[in-house]
């Protein structure tokens, strides 16, 4: 399945490494949403583009955006990632591979040639609006790329 901009974006609930569960309906009339999916924890990239998204949190907060990331990682590992980095937006778990699926943002095999690990999410991200309807798509087929952080902090002003 591929998203692509106006589309409803399907529901889903995560939990996180407290046992806390985040539900993207939750946030309907409330706030706008960043998805980020991210390929693993403890990877350079991924460690990037997350350190850069919690240095950016006031940017996101003022365009009235809730940033959730998430990963096809055990919760316990992103606590641990997360507790390191002090990342200040919820790291989920998306064990059973479902919600990236649902998203379009999954690899059968990632970087065969090198890991040959089987089942990961693609680095993407997605606006979902304060609707429920998505407003900005990108996955990456390379995940050494990061996404368009300008390009996401656009379409939120817009939604502004």
């Known amino acids: 399945m591929s998203l692509k901009v106006g589309d409803i974006a399907p529901d889903f609930s995560l939990k996180n490494a407290n046992?806390?569960?985040f539900t993207l309906s939750d946030f309907r009339g409330k706030?706008?949403?960043v998805i980020l999916f991210f390929p693993a924890v403890g990877t350079s990239v991924c460690e990037k583009e997350l350190c850069s998204t919690r240095d950016s949190m006031k940017d996101y907060e003022n365009l009235d955006a809730q940033v959730l990331a998430i990963s096809v990682d055990g919760p316990f590992a992103q606590k641990l990632w997360?507790?390191?980095h002090q990342f200040n937006f919820p790291l989920l778990s998306d064990f059973n591979k479902e919600v990236s699926q649902l998203y379009g943002a999954f690899y059968d095999v990632w970087l065969p040639d090198k890991f040959n690990l089987k089942g990961v999410s693609k680095r993407a991200a997605f606006v979902v609006d304060k609707n429920g309807i998505v407003q900005y798509v990108e996955v990456l087929e390379n995940a050494g790329e990061e996404p368009n952080y300008n390009a996401i902090k656009e379409?939120?002003?817009?939604l502004s």
């Open 155 to 158: 379409t939120l002003k817009k």
């Open 31 to 33: 706030k706008n949403v």
């Open 19 to 21: 046992n806390e569960a």
């Open 82 to 84: 997360a507790d390191k």
